[in-house]
């Protein structure tokens, strides 16, 4: 009796040894559900007005992203005259601030049966549009001793990975098949879509410490290089997120509706949208139309055309291959009737090279050095940068700014004034679409190279 026993409670052992990782698996996958953001308000987790000194996290981040942040007033975008002209223009059958497509990105639009209680749809881009529905870790997130990995392997989204991070905005900022702007939308009035992670994270504003505090056996991160990153980084994904959105609408695969080919939003606006005046005035025409013919719109080169530069800097052999196939893409897309075929074969294989240099870029070391070398090649390509438009020319901008604010920080220069003004001036004529010049942004790109 006593062996039958034993035996007995062996089997048993084994079999809720079995069993156990699959019981605690099915916790996990079960539904997790958007609770709203006031669940996030309390004094005592993210509703201080000020940041409290000495503790893990500010502790004021609601307050900051509802003073602040423009997300929260995302919902309200949609109750204006241009939201509800949009809506009339697009024949959505009822108010912006009521149609699924308008409000995928304009809210934490959520179905009744993935709310886990009743909140405001009228708040906008709140808390769990970016860090993930709460239901499942918002308590156990604030107990002593609790893992980051454990939040998000209960739902939550790792922000803390600059590549997660950007792909989170992307779903909006870029578009997803089932969040998206397209011709059609902007035709309507929606502006078109352009991004840079750590331009827009500053403008946000940032409602995290910078940096992080760093893992056990890991040094700390110097701060003067945490917008580096995310800029590098942020450029990666971006072209990598590009070339996929590019592949799935090659390929009809869009889930509303049959794809318009091609879809004008992927084009450059402007080579259509520009102020016309006499023919001996256009610096387009000036220079002709390298690599398409007269009136075909070229392909939107902005998430690649300073990109390149660090692409080939950092990883020689992937930059290079990577260069090749978006020149692919760009030569077929800037064709009246682009083949299919091609531009998915060649944004298909684009889209892992860029995925393995951002995957790089997210844990380099970066040095006054490396940033250096980025700031003074981005002037000299100022031609090629220049004439691919005007969005290529704002990411160019963007990207100065971002790095010599880095730079800056961790070199004191004795001409910083000179520069700082100089960048600005670059913004300045990025005001006016229609004023856009391409010698003139040229020669202050330039500029800027020579005060390097």
Not at 18 to 28: E, I
Not at 63 to 69: A, C, G, K, P, R
Not at 122 to 134: K, L, M
Not at 171 to 196: Q, R, S, W
Request: aromatic content about 8%; charged content about 25%.
């Amino acid at each position: 009796m006593r062996n039958a026993t034993i035996f007995f409670l062996r089997r048993l052992f084994v079999c809720l040894s079995v069993l156990a990782p699959c019981l605690l698996t099915a916790q996990v996958k079960e539904p997790v559900k958007y609770i709203g953001p006031d669940s996030c308000a309390a004094t005592s987790c993210h509703g201080n007005v000020k940041p409290i000194a000495d503790s893990r996290i500010l502790q004021n981040e609601y307050s900051t992203w509802i003073l602040q942040d423009k997300h929260s007033r995302a919902y309200q975008a949609l109750t204006g005259d241009v939201g509800e002209r949009m809506a009339r223009i697009l024949k959505l059958g009822a108010n912006a601030e009521e149609a699924p497509k308008c409000l995928a990105c304009h809210a934490l639009y959520a179905t009744p049966e993935q709310r886990g209680r009743a909140f405001e749809i009228s708040e906008g881009v709140s808390c769990e549009n970016c860090h993930g529905p709460a239901s499942a870790w918002l308590g156990p997130h604030t107990t002593r001793s609790w893992l980051h990995e454990k939040s998000v392997a209960l739902g939550m989204t790792d922000t803390r990975s600059v590549i997660h991070r950007t792909e989170k905005c992307l779903e909006c900022h870029l578009g997803t098949k089932n969040k998206f702007v397209d011709h059609e939308m902007i035709a309507a009035g929606h502006p078109d879509l352009y991004f840079e992670l750590d331009s827009f994270s500053a403008v946000m504003p940032r409602h995290w410490k910078v940096p992080r505090e760093s893992e056990p056996g890991k040094p700390a991160e110097d701060p003067a290089w945490v917008g580096v990153r995310e800029w590098s980084t942020g450029q990666a994904v971006q072209l990598r997120a590009a070339m996929e959105r590019l592949t799935w609408r090659a390929k009809g695969e869009r889930i509303d509706k049959k794809d318009a080919w091609p879809e004008y939003s992927e084009l450059s606006c402007f080579a259509c949208h520009h102020a016309l005046g006499p023919a001996k005035d256009s610096w387009r025409q000036e220079h002709g139309y390298v690599g398409r013919r007269p009136g075909d719109p070229a392909w939107n080169a902005s998430s690649y055309a300073v990109f390149r530069l660090l692409a080939k800097q950092i990883d020689s052999a992937n930059g290079q291959e990577l260069d090749r196939q978006v020149l692919l893409v760009s030569d077929e897309m800037s064709k009246l009737n682009p083949d299919r075929n091609v531009v998915a074969a060649a944004a298909c294989a684009a889209a892992p090279l860029a995925q393995r240099i951002a995957e790089r870029l997210a844990v380099m070391q970066y040095d006054q050095a490396v940033v250096l070398r980025i700031l003074q090649r981005i002037p000299d390509d100022a031609e090629n940068i220049a004439l691919a438009d005007e969005r290529a020319a704002e990411q160019a901008a963007m990207a100065l700014d971002s790095l010599y604010i880095a730079y800056s920080r961790a070199t004191k220069h004795a001409n910083a004034a000179e520069v700082r003004a100089a960048i600005n001036g670059l913004f300045q004529q990025l005001e006016n679409p229609s004023a856009y010049n391409a010698d003139q942004f040229a020669s202050a790109l330039r500029r800027i190279r020579s005060l390097l």
